[in-house]
T-cell receptor
Framework: AQSVTQLGSHVSVSEGALVLLRCNYSSSVPPYLFWYVQYPNQGLQLLLKYTTGATLVKGINGFEAEFKKSETSFHLTKPSAHMSDAAEYFCAVSDEGGSYIPTFGRGTSLIVHP | EAQVTQNPRYLITVTGKKLTVTCSQNMNHEYMSWYRQDPGLGLRQIYYSMNVEVTDKGDVPEGYKVSRKEKRNFPLILESPSPNQTSLYFC????????????????FGPGTRLTVL
């Protein structure tokens, strides 16, 4: 069975600072990994995903994530935070091992201070 | 515009009064699902559907029903709502289910905030 752990329910950064949101997964077969973002009063939307190929994945709004198999991680980063990045971020994993259904982490709320 | 729509967006009701939250997608997606979002618990799947007339329980199905009579619609039914079903509900869809669908992006509706008094 697959699972996802997001370290830190809240992450606070200053505008212009590095954003790092952590995600670790477990999967018995090669995973597909996703980051979704939820802006206030909206549904989730895809930020980026890793399926196969290049392990560094670039997404929208300057975010990127790197799949590290040895560390079972898929951390999300952005070099310089903007006020508009304040949102809830969800990491998700799925695989071809049987259930095919994505499992979501509990989410990390990103707070950006002026 | 490709989208998932939900109605209503906000609903306040009383214990025991049956209600239905509608979900519709215009992308011809096979897979649809319902989640509830609660503080500290993230997203928990209620039910999902692999295609028309094919549904299955998610992680928290108690107190909910679904149906999938048409490909585009996937309503969530609460036959006798209780206060512990107060939550934010999301419908989602993706292109396919199964081996080829594991890498698909999930498209979410805007959410329905339900309060049961």
């Amino acid at each position: 069975a697959q699972s996802v752990t997001q370290l830190g329910s809240h992450v606070s950064v200053s505008e212009g600072a590095l954003v790092l949101l952590r995600c670790n997964y477990s999967s018995s077969v090669p995973p597909y990994l996703f980051w979704y973002v939820q802006y206030p009063n909206q549904g989730l939307q895809l930020l980026l995903k890793y399926t196969t190929g290049a392990t560094l994945v670039k997404g929208i709004n300057g975010f990127e994530a790197e799949f590290k198999k040895s560390e079972t991680s898929f951390h999300l980063t952005k070099p310089s935070a903007h006020m508009s990045d304040a949102a809830e971020y969800f990491c998700a994993v799925s695989d071809e091992g049987g259930s095919y259904i994505p499992t979501f982490g509990r989410g990390t709320s990103l707070i950006v201070h002026p | 515009e490709a989208q998932v729509t939900q109605n209503p967006r906000y609903l306040i009701t009383v214990t025991g009064k049956k209600l239905t939250v509608t979900c519709s997608q215009n992308m011809n997606h096979e897979y649809m699902s319902w989640y509830r979002q609660d503080p500290g618990l993230g997203l928990r799947q209620i039910y999902y559907s692999m295609n028309v007339e094919v549904t299955d329980k998610g992680d928290v199905p108690e107190g909910y029903k679904v149906s999938r009579k048409e490909k585009r619609n996937f309503p969530l039914i609460l036959e006798s709502p209780s206060p512990n079903q107060t939550s934010l509900y999301f419908c989602a869809s993706s292109l396919s289910f199964g081996l080829s669908g594991a890498a698909d992006t999930q498209y979410f509706g805007p959410g329905t905030r339900l309060t049961v008094l």
